[in-house]
């Protein structure tokens, strides 16, 4: 994963923070998938930082086209507001 990225950046000079990111979590799902044991055994901790490396990957991805800018902030707000609507429902 660092290998692509470096060699992206420096020879293509391409920004490569989302293959990084989505490498990285591609990783981590690798370690979890593969440990052999039960979602709850003793490898499930891996499952997290795959989904929120794999989700900053995509994001960086997002991120990258034009349009996407713009949504970004409304997106955050609607995510905090379901967030605390689903905190505060009786």
Sequence with gaps: TLAVAAVGE?????????W??????????????????TPGGGMAWAYFPAAVLLLLGAATFVSAWAFAARLWPLAL??????????????
């Design 10 to 18: 420096d020879v293509f000079g391409l920004n490569t923070d989302g």
């Design 20 to 37: 990084a990111l989505t490498g990285f979590g591609l990783s981590f799902l690798v370690v979890a998938l593969r440990s052999g044991r």
């Design 77 to 90: 707000i609607l995510a905090g507001g379901w967030l605390l609507w689903s905190a505060l429902r009786p």
